[in-house]
């Protein structure tokens, strides 16, 4: 803990849960706030699959975000049902939540989040996101009082994650709303999860890039072997899918699809890791794993904190 803080501002530490609808910009938010891509993020919903703890500490508090998979409506899959399951239960047990919506924009998901939302016995801030794209401003004096009408909130903040506009206020007020406590987590550690993780995130962001209209949500990948030779970091990755067809359109004509991939992931692997890496990328069938509990639990999408 800082011990040099001259004007004896009681240090304060808490977890914030960030909920919403898939794609309003929960993990944008989160990765301008740490200044580092913790949360993949893609214009396609439901990026975000498994519960992340994102760090931020500064001389005075330890605000620990959890970025959750956004709340959704679509039915049917042990899948769906275990994201919606997971971003519900962890609104309880915070001292904060934010609730982000995007301007000017309410849909039915946004709806069923903010129930979750209001289950929450924590302070909770409307973040409204996405201003960047309004270009009357007095809209959405409207929209908001239409929304603080219907639910209990403690504030409202505007916000562009992208451009990273007005995020030092949204930063005090949850500031303000933190107990008194001492840092949660070492202050120098950004997220509860292991450099493994953070690849295979990394190897899926570029698929969804990608394939966003081809692929189903499904896709998902794993590490088969992580090998360290020298200064050279050697990977290999399996690639899971559903369906033959599924992985002949990541091949490509080729096999053209699968080396692009793997060259970008590759670049993004050794910016994350800073350290030379050779990857390997397989891709695999496992016929609908997204209804199969025990497929999901083999994947890693059953132990939230751990890979
Ligand atoms: N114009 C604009 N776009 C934004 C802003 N914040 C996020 N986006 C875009 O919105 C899309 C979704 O962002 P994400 O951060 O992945 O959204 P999410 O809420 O984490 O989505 P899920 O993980 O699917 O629940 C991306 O294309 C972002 O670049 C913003 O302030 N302005
Ligand atoms: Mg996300």
Redesign the pocket.
Known sequence: MNTSNTNQAPYKSGYVA?I????????????QILQQKL???????????HQILAIHSTPNAQIVFI??????NQKGTALNKHLNQTAQSSSHGVDAVLF?V?ALKWTDEDLRAAKVMAQSSAKKILVV?????VKDKQQMIPFVEKIMGEFQLDGVHY?????N?HIDPLLRAIHQLLPEGPPIFDEDQVSDRSTRFFITELIREQLMERFHQELPYSVTVNIEAYEVKGNMHHIHANIWVERNNQKRIIIGSKGEAIKQIGINARREIEQFIEQKVNLKLWVKVKSSWTDDIRAIESLGYTDEFKD
């Open positions: 960030v919403g609808r898939p794609n309003v910009g929960k993990s944008t938010l989160i990765n949360s993949i993020v893609s214009h396609k919903p439901q990026t975000t699959r970025d959750t998979p956004g709340i959704h982000l995007e996101n996405k201003v960047d794209k916000i562009s994650a992208l451009k506009k």
